[in-house]
């Protein structure tokens, strides 16, 4: 099996988390939590209780954790008698083959995690491959249901009159929260004359940034936007910060035309970023692992990235001396983090031993574990208790998760060959290839292909 990089674990910091996040008193979940994984073990789901042959077989993709599940795996064996096997597959383009192709041939493992968008979880859940959990999640008095932050339980779940036809309900277990913010280096801007204290929470002091990294010799900004998800999230934040999330979702409808002014104005905000001289050259053929390197060895002022990158920059470099802060504001309108629930397991439905699949993931999302994951990966855990206290900069991230936007939580999604199309053409803006008109004129084209199929 693959195995991750030696993971770290870093000093004891911690700062309370946010009131806002804190929504049940600490004594009454540890109360329902320690009675859970009782209860779900004596009901069962539905196939009988009792220990199917050899381990418990988990697949995932996550390659920063595999020392962590391995331990987690081991310790669960030494409390319960029971064996686990977590397996890995990565980078995520090989695990998304991997699961669709076990789809076809049933061929899937007792739990796994489903990459994509809605329509490709909601396309395993109408097939059959995905255990609906709301019956565990109920029981006690939603013993297990409470444990969660309710945004993470939302990504994995499907509300009344989806346009999937998927039964309302939850269907996925949340192991950790997450969002995208931006990160800087404090050591580089006090080195242009800025003050690290107040990095720059306006658009246009922001993008003034460039102009400076340059006559030092340093880069502006890094992401890795060759990966068209994370220019997705920046736009995505712009585009509800600039017309709020009734109009984008109104433009998924296709009910707003890309060719509005509003989107007019998020698509020149790219134009604007490539003549401010702040992104590093080739941004868009940079995948993120470079764009990591390049903020962990102090050559770019900025980096936009998200919650697992507090891990990564302390095994690349453990001095580096950063904060964390959400994407300047074009207006005094609020601004949104692309976000929500970070990784998530499902219990595969055509298991025989879904009721030990369930004992298993109500073991690892409570309180020790998820603690031992925090420590471990420097995730937050989707386990409020667990995320009592955190330690800096991931509290900066969870200060912010009531701000999370996902495209799961909209009432309606987009199609793919729209956003493949939006932005591979926010790619071209950014080359120079293309004018934010002669892109949004793309887009709305290619959104009026898809409306008629």
Request: with cysteine; aromatic share 10%; hydrophobic share 45%.
């Amino acid at each position: 099996m693959p195995r991750g990089s030696r993971l770290k674990v870093v000093g004891s910091r911690v700062k309370p988390l946010p009131r806002a996040l804190s929504l049940q008193p600490r004594a009454s979940l540890v109360v329902v939590g320690a009675s859970l994984l009782l209860a779900i073990s004596i009901a069962g789901c539905g196939r009988g209780a009792e220990r199917g042959p050899g381990p418990l077989r988990v697949w995932h993709w996550m390659t920063d954790r595999i020392e962590a599940f391995d331990e987690l795996a081991k310790r669960y064996e030494r409390e319960t008698g029971a064996a686990v096997r977590f397996e890995l597959y990565a980078p995520s383009e090989v695990y998304v083959q991997k699961v669709r192709a076990a789809a076809q041939t049933d061929g899937l493992p007792d739990v796994y995690g489903v990459l994509g968008e809605s329509r490709d979880f909601a396309s395993f859940i109408n097939a059959g491959h995905v255990l609906p959990l709301d019956e565990a999640m109920n029981r006690e008095n939603q013993a297990w249901r409470v444990l969660f932050f309710p945004n993470a339980l939302a990504v994995n779940a499907f509300r009344d009159g989806n346009p999937y036809r998927v039964p309302p309900g939850v269907y996925g277990v949340p192991i950790d929260v997450m969002n995208v913010q931006l990160f800087y280096n404090k050591t580089l801007l006090a080195k242009l004359g800025l003050d690290p204290a107040a990095p720059p929470s306006a658009w246009q002091a922001f993008l003034d940034v460039g102009k400076l990294a340059k006559e030092r010799g340093l880069i502006g900004f890094v992401s890795g936007w060759a990966e068209l998800w994370l220019i997705d999230c920046f736009a995505m934040d712009y585009a509800i910060h600039q017309m709020g999330m009734r109009k984008v979702e109104a433009t998924y409808r296709g009910k707003v035309s890309y060719r509005n002014p509003d989107w007019g104005r998020v698509l020149s905000l790219f134009a604007q970023l490539r003549e401010s001289g702040l992104p590093a050259e080739g941004i868009v053929t940079m995948v993120n692992k470079q764009a990591e390197q390049l903020f962990a060895n102090e050559r770019a002022v900025f980096a936009f990235n998200g919650t697992w990158g507090v891990n990564v920059y302390q095994s690349m470099n453990p001095g580096l001396d950063y904060g964390v802060m959400m994407l300047p504001r074009l207006s005094e309108r609020p601004m949104v983090t692309w976000g929500g629930a970070g990784s998530s397991f499902v219990v595969n439905a055509t298991s025989h031993r879904t009721a030990e699949a369930l004992a298993f993931l109500a073991w690892l999302t409570a309180e020790p574990q998820q603690r031992y994951l925090l420590e471990a990966t420097q995730n937050i855990p989707a386990n409020r208790v667990a995320a009592a206290a955190l330690p800096t900069p991931l509290a900066a991230f969870a200060d912010d998760m009531d701000s999370t936007v996902h495209p799961r939580l909209f009432d309606a999604q987009e199609h793919s060959t729209v956003i493949e199309a939006l932005t591979k053409g926010i790619q071209s803006i950014l080359i120079g290839e293309a004018t934010p008109e002669q892109v949004a004129a793309h887009v709305d084209d290619v959104k009026r292909q898809a409306l008629q199929q």
